[in-house]
């Protein structure tokens, strides 16, 4: 062997030899980082940031609805017999109407039902094959600052199952709605969640998932264009709604007021609403909506709502219950001051 082939081999040698000693130092000093190629799974508040898993568990139930030329999102519901279900939202369904699975499937699908309140429809088809049910959370468990996430269809089919990460701002935004049906024009107030997500075209009828895969709501409108805004009706309604569409069931009182829950109330904000501290029953009435039935039967703003037919009202979900609960006449329990006064509404009236 040559003296200069010697040479280079014992550089090649010492330069590995250096490279080894390197790594060694390195994880030495760096007990939390096993190779060169091992990924370490972070945890944030206790949930991975690795949606690997989650992701895929839910992408199985997530579908993007095509009609007339216009995509959304939407997700399976449930199968009864030979039906299967599913969920979009409404707002945008035109006369025909795909499904496209993920598996590259797709087949017609009709409206089955749908509710205009909260734009929900439900849509049907017979499905030759089974897929995985959604399972269902609870979005009043969110907290400000949570991590949520949903898969949709952006713009076209091109940009199927795109997931977008999402930090929940609140879970009780209840906000003023009007809409025209029937050559009637409606007041009413509705609860949302709402995120911060990168929501764009093609989001309306998405679910939105915790970090366990359950669906705590489903995107109904956003502002992503001004401040990234997304707005979702959720989980606990959502999941009412649904059953009720099953039997095409969409009839609701819409009472037009806008209230808080006294249990959960703040001392300051009770002390700012006028509330004494004592009352721990009730929702608070902040607003009351022109040409709604409340204004009609006389509620006023700072009334304490008590009861509708008899029926105890603690949160804001029980007054939606209540609403659902069609009936000819009402009577509704409020507290004025000191007072307790009834309130009567007929229908037809």
């Not at 989650?54 to 030329?69: H, R, W």
Request: proline fraction near 1%; hydrophobic fraction near 40%.
């Amino acid at each position: 062997m040559s003296e200069k082939r010697l040479i280079y081999l014992m550089g090649v040698v010492g330069l590995l030899w250096l490279v080894t000693l390197t790594v060694m130092v390195f994880n030495k000093t760096n007990p939390n980082v096993e190779s060169t190629t091992t990924i370490v799974q972070k945890e944030v508040n206790g949930f991975s940031t690795d949606l690997t898993e989650v992701a895929q568990k839910v992408n199985s139930s997530i579908v993007t609805i095509e009609s007339d030329g216009q995509y959304s999102s939407g997700f399976f519901y449930l199968k009864d017999d030979n039906v299967s279900y599913f969920l979009t939202s409404y707002h945008g369904l035109g006369q025909n109407i795909t499904i496209h699975l993920a598996n590259k499937y797709q087949i017609k699908a009709t409206l089955h039902s749908y509710d205009i309140y909260t734009d929900l429809a439900l849509l049907s088809c017979e499905l030759p094959f089974e897929m995985q049910q959604i399972v269902f959370g609870k979005a009043d468990l969110l907290s400000m600052g949570e991590f949520v996430f949903s898969i949709a269809t952006p713009a076209s089919l091109d940009y199927e199952a795109t997931l977008a990460l999402g930090l929940i701002s609140s879970s009780e935004r209840v906000l003023a709605n009007k809409i025209s049906f029937n050559n009637n024009i409606y007041n009413y107030y509705q609860s949302y969640g709402q995120l911060s997500l990168e929501a764009s075209e093609g989001y309306s009828g998405a679910g939105v998932f915790n970090m366990e895969g359950e669906l705590v709501g489903m995107i109904v409108s956003s502002t992503y264009e001004k401040n990234k805004l997304a707005f979702f009706v959720k989980a606990e309604e959502l999941e009412v709604i649904a059953r009720r569409l099953l039997e095409n069931n969409n009839e609701r009182l819409l009472l037009g007021i806008k209230t808080y829950e006294i249990a959960q109330m703040e001392d300051y904000l009770r002390s700012y609403y006028g509330i004494p501290l004592q009352q721990v029953e009730g929702l608070y009435v902040a607003e009351v909506l022109n040409n709604s039935i409340a204004k009609k039967v006389g509620f006023n703003n700072g009334d304490i709502l008590l009861s509708i037919n008899g029926n105890k009202l603690e949160d804001n979900f029980g007054l939606f219950l209540q609403c659902l609960e069609i009936s000819e006449e009402y009577d509704f329990l409020i507290k004025r001051g000191e007072e307790e006064i009834h309130l009567k509404y007929k229908e037809n009236d």
